[in-house]
């Protein structure tokens, strides 16, 4: 139950990420919005996400799992019925952003209760298993989800399908989730490095967000780097030295699962993450599908990850080191994704969607379970929140920053179906590069696990 209950959630909090893509021209002439707002409808949701996951993750530490899971499943619940039933493009914004809170509260918070809820070993490995696999499919199954809403009832059911899902969550949480974690009188939230990481990594994810209309030489675009690099430099001043309750515990960066696993995680979610965004534009603008049919065609990447993520790795992770297996899986999602670099408009669906699709997901699959289980292993139930709210910041940053970046490699001043299809296909070729970057720093992360305590006296970490 608590598997189940988790898994709802994530699945809940990541398509929300990616469902309203294809509802967006018509949210546009509904309620009227210009040219310059309709992204903000991403963004609005996108930023508050990025910008609250380090305090999220810490708030379930400090107050409690189950307290938190469902404050936050209730704050993502109502902001979901407020978009839904919004009037004018500010409440839809709006709305989004206080969506993106309550997802960076229920997001680590999921995955800190999966770690807590299951000792290392294969238990663990599974439940992980299980939850990347569905998170990966909500970030799949948004387009086909928002298409088909969109079409048959109305834009706003993208948004109104949460209601039901979440107080049917809130209620199970609080029926299936032990109150004993709820800790007593301790030590208070770390204000001064909450407002800093939020403030830096909003900054970031907003100047990142900015480039693809303003580019990256635009004075506010600057600005707005320059603020976060120095908030995010006084969050790290504030965390070492002055904060009783760190938000971010420095002395996990001693645990090479965490900083080496992290670092691969930056550059696999500056691959995957914007793979969507990338595979969404190239069946629609190069290959002329409509917005269901997009949708459609994204089900190989979604059947074949949870397949591979759920069945096969767990398996292979009993007799295979998981650098050997992230380090494959990057290597194989990376030759799917120089395949995928080909397409062009005289490609079928066959040759140029779901031959690389076999590849990409095949390798995202042995890459994801393997990476999870590594930055989340070795941390005591005390940091557990912290640990997972690292993770989800990580991934989330990566995703900005690859986008942004990858947006500027495929060029912005496309017209025809072949032109853009040369500009993607140089955008799928960085990924293959970035993911080969990738497979080969993993073999510095920890091989066999071994009975080494950390720096804070507690876990048993590897080695």
């Not at 509260?105 to 294969?122: C, D, N, Q, R």
């Amino acid at each position: 139950m608590v598997l189940l209950l988790v898994c709802a959630a994530q699945f809940m909090v990541v398509l929300d990420i990616s469902v309203v893509n294809v509802a967006l021209p018509v949210v546009r002439d509904a309620l009227g919005f210009g040219p310059a707002g309709l992204q903000w409808v991403v963004t609005g949701y996108a930023l508050t996400f990025a910008g609250c996951l380090l305090l999220g993750g810490r708030l379930a530490d400090l107050y409690g799992r189950r307290r938190v899971f469902a404050g936050g499943l209730a704050l993502f619940t109502v902001a979901s019925l407020v978009g839904g039933l919004a009037t004018s493009p500010w409440m839809l914004i709006a709305a989004r952003a206080v969506q993106g809170l309550g997802a960076a509260v229920v997001a680590p918070a999921t995955l800190t209760i999966l770690t807590t809820s299951f000792p290392e070993g294969a238990r663990r490995t599974r439940a992980l298993a299980t939850w990347t696999a569905v998170g990966i499919a909500g970030g799949a199954a948004g387009n086909l989800v928002g298409g088909a809403l969109t079409e048959f009832l109305s834009w706003r059911w993208i948004l109104l399908v949460n209601v039901p899902i979440g107080a049917l969550a809130i209620l199970l949480a609080n029926r299936s989730l032990p109150a004993g974690d709820e800790p007593g009188r301790g030590p208070r939230l770390d204000v001064a490095g909450a407002v800093l990481a939020t403030a830096g990594l909003a900054s970031l994810t907003f100047g990142i967000a900015q480039t693809r209309t303003l580019g990256w030489g635009d004075p506010a675009i600057a600005a707005a780097l320059a603020a976060g690099v120095a908030a995010l430099a006084a969050f790290v001043v504030v965390e070492a030295r002055f904060a009783r309750a760190p938000l971010l515990p420095l002395r996990l960066f001693r645990i090479r699962a965490i900083s080496g696993g992290n670092v691969v995680l930056l550059l696999a979610g500056a691959c995957f993450n914007p793979m969507w965004y990338f595979l969404a534009l190239s069946m629609q603008d190069v290959l002329g599908y409509g917005a269901l049919r997009t949708g459609l065609g994204f089900l190989p990447h979604t059947l074949l990850t949870i397949a591979v993520g759920m069945r096969l790795t767990p398996w292979l992770m009993r007799y295979v080191p998981s650098r050997t297996l992230i380090a494959a899986g990057a290597a194989v999602a990376a030759a799917g994704f120089a395949w995928q670099s080909r397409i062009t408009p005289d490609s079928d669906y066959l040759t140029g969607i779901f031959g690389p699709a076999i590849l990409i997901s095949v390798g995202g699959g042995l890459l994801n379970t393997p990476i999870t289980t590594t930055v989340t292993s070795g941390v005591g139930e005390s940091d557990a929140g912290a640990a997972s709210g690292l993770m989800n910041t990580t991934k989330q940053v990566g995703g900005a920053l690859g986008l942004a970046a990858l947006v500027t490699v495929a060029g912005s001043q496309l017209a025809t179906a072949e032109a853009l299809a040369a500009g993607y296909g140089r955008a799928f070729l960085a990924i293959a590069a970035i993911l080969v970057a990738a497979a080969l720093v993993a073999p510095v992360l920890p091989g066999r696990s071994a009975a080494v305590r950390d720096s804070s006296g507690g876990a048993r970490v590897p080695t």
